[in-house]
């Protein structure tokens, strides 16, 4: 039981670990435009959410209403808040005028439900405001009175629930949240940008993934990213990381470099990975999620590292999920060998690769390994599963288009690829990246020739319906002609005409009355 509990409380720090000295890489910019007096050229500091879905290279700029509420009730009364707008035919005031951003308070509920009740009120952005200063700022301690104070903003992580949310949000520092309070509480108008933009040095973007073999949320992402990554080619670089803990921090290795951490733990305590069956006697365990980390860094080196592309490595990843994704198969190196088969890899060349950087073993440092935890914390990786553009962030769900729109975001002017300006916003998504061309027309629309067909067909409809009832009409009048003269009768003979109304309207009408 001793040993159990160890474990547990190993793991429960390993959790911990990823946000212990993480930085959040801020890609985004907030701004007040209006009133000219709360502009700041430098923008306003906040943090990013790591759930929504932010427009990588746009913005959203519009007038901000206070909510007056934590926002916790789904049930979001739209005719309140701030600033005051005029009553309807009901005397209510009126609702919040879309589009705008919806600035809500801190605290009552979780960041995720915040901005979900707010994309159900029909915002286009959420802020929300902080409701604690930070320590650091003495003026906003002693000017508010607060006993607590916090040390940093807090990280606006994903509950786990995100997923549904396509708005994006930050949170905005107490001190300048409450200057726009005031303004709004004061009926003022307010209008804020909230901003997104990706490095655009050159012609080509770096991309990287941080996962782990056991991450659920990534597995959909890398088996259907690989036709992307091929289009993409030479126009993008890709490289993966494996997410390991630092065994040696978690106090994982004893003084006398035993592991305290057993099979959570490889090198005698040195790499960890957290149990993914959290069942410390049976199924997966943390060592095995190392190894298979090491043997994906391996492969990566001898077969995607040269071109980026690494379509071996994607096609063993594949191989690896259908086949070897379970508690039975995922340390089997049977399995593991199978799919180097099916991937075309050379098992030899990366079980070699594996010892040589290191192996698993002993109390020995693994290059490769140790590399991974620097680079983990030199890129300030705070959440998992993570892609990075240009060494920023992709905030929002990890899909396959998502990623793609900020690959494609992260090019210099006028650089980017071609599958990028035919398949962007393309309703067909995987059709285009597999054809290279955007057959049914971007943005739900219908494609030129489509549209000019259509044009040719109605006007050869309406021009046929033009004629038809030309001829109808012209028909019915000499019906009414016919019937007209039918009811003259002659008053008396006269050999000189060449025939009577009454004859003319038998025939038809088509002799002409007057004679020349």
Request: net charge negative; glycine share 10%.
């Amino acid at each position: 039981m001793t040993t159990l509990l160890k474990c547990i409380s190993a793991a429960t720090i390993l959790s911990g670990v990823a946000t212990a000295d993480s930085a959040d890489n801020v890609s985004s910019r907030l701004q007040v435009h209006v009133p000219q007096t709360l502009f700041r050229p430098e923008g306003y500091d906040h943090r990013e959410a790591l759930f929504g879905v932010p427009p990588y290279g746009g913005s959203i700029a519009q007038s901000v209403y206070y909510a007056d509420s934590d926002l916790c009730d789904p049930t979001v009364d739209t005719r309140k808040g701030y600033p005051i707008r005029a009553k309807d035919s009901t005397g209510k005031m009126e609702p919040w005028p879309s589009p705008f951003i919806l600035m809500v308070d801190r605290g009552g509920c979780s960041f995720v439900q915040k901005v979900r009740n707010a994309q159900k009120a029909g915002a286009a952005g959420a802020v929300i405001a902080d409701n604690t200063c930070l320590c650091s700022d003495k003026n906003c301690v002693s000017a508010n009175g607060q006993a607590v104070c916090q040390p940093a903003e807090p990280i606006m992580a994903d509950d786990g629930s995100g997923g549904d949310i396509s708005i994006p949000s930050f949170l905005m520092f107490k001190v300048d949240a409450d200057m726009i309070k005031a303004e709004l509480k004061a009926n003022h108008m307010v209008q804020v940008e909230m901003e997104w933009a990706l490095p655009s040095p050159d012609d080509r973007v770096e991309y990287d993934l941080w996962t782990t073999p056991s991450d659920p949320v990534s597995k959909d992402f890398q088996k259907t990213f690989k036709p992307v990554a091929q289009a993409l080619g030479s126009h993008a670089y890709f490289t993966p990381h494996m997410y390991i803990y630092d065994g040696i921090k978690s106090n994982c290795q004893g003084f006398d470099g035993e592991n305290m951490c057993f099979n959570l733990c490889t090198n005698n305590g040195r790499y960890c990975a957290t149990d993914p069956d959290n069942d410390l006697d049976h199924g997966i365990s943390g060592a095995d999620v190392v190894k298979e980390s090491l043997r994906r860094l391996c492969i990566w080196k001898h077969y995607g590292e040269e071109d980026g592309v690494g379509v071996e490595w994607w096609n063993y990843v594949e191989q690896f999920l259908e086949r070897c994704d379970n508690p039975d198969f995922f340390a089997n190196d049977d399995c593991a060998k199978d799919c180097y088969k099916h991937a075309k890899i050379k098992g030899e060349v990366i079980d070699r690769c594996m010892k040589d950087s290191g192996g698993l073993e002993k109390d020995t440092p693994n290059t490769f390994l140790d590399l991974e935890m620097q680079a983990q914390v030199s890129r300030g990786v705070v959440i998992l599963p993570t892609a990075f553009v240009n060494t920023i962030a992709l905030r929002g769900g990890l899909s396959t288009a998502t990623v793609f729109t900020g690959i494609c975001n992260g090019y210099l002017g006028g650089t980017e690829p071609k599958i990028c300006t035919e398949c962007q916003g393309c309703p067909d998504f995987d059709g285009c990246i597999s054809s290279g061309r955007c057959k049914g027309g971007k943005g739900g629309g219908v494609s030129k020739n489509t549209f000019m067909a259509s044009i040719i067909l109605l006007s050869c409809a309406f021009g046929a319906a033009a004629f038809w009832h030309y001829r109808k009409t012209r028909e019915e009048m000499r019906e009414q002609v016919r019937g007209i003269l039918a009811e003259y009768m002659p008053l008396e003979g006269d050999d000189g005409m060449v025939g009577s109304p009454m004859d003319f309207a038998r025939r038809g009408g088509t002799e002409n009355l007057m004679m020349d």
